[in-house]
């Protein structure tokens, strides 16, 4: 069988829209900025503003007294980005279990998930991946060049339970609320008290290696 060349033409453009829009799925929305962020995407690159929608695929990045908050719009789910930080916005609709996920390759980020919202969040840094239901928690990257260039992330449980796999060891941990552990990209995992003092950590990895 011929395809015209009409015919061909309005086939292809609309395969080009299809393709379009799979890239540049809508899947979240800003709430709150403050200072500079600056946003890199498919659809759209430049200063992010409170209301602009946020596409699967944007890679997010704060300043010295950046800050950007954001709310999934499938799990309700709020992710608050502080100062000096870098994430990446992506979402999972194509598997049997939908859910979002956040790529963060530094500084902070909190995450407040619904509680009645049984959908997972999957956070991926460098050292570990956490995956959460209905969980309020925090987590930071950080590279200490005076410890020895030591790179780890510290993952906190506010409220709810969590599970944070190491990358390396492929071991993994369940957390309850009010723990905080450190997952080193060595393999390690490390149990401190909540909010302990940042020289405590430090001399914590020290010792631990």
Known sequence: MKIRPLTRLIFFSWFTIVIGFSRSENIALCTETHGVVQRKGNVRNGIVRKGDPIYHGDKLITGEDGFVSFMNIYEKTIVKVYENSFVKVLSNRKSRFSRSELALFGGKV?????EQNDREFVLRSPSAIATASGTHFLTEYRDELLYNNLSYCIFTVLTGKMEVENIKSGHSIFMDQGETVISTREGKFLLLDTFRDNSGIA???????
């Open 110 to 114: 909190i995450v407040e998930m619904d």
């Open 203 to 209: 001399n914590t990895l020290m010792e631990a290696n």
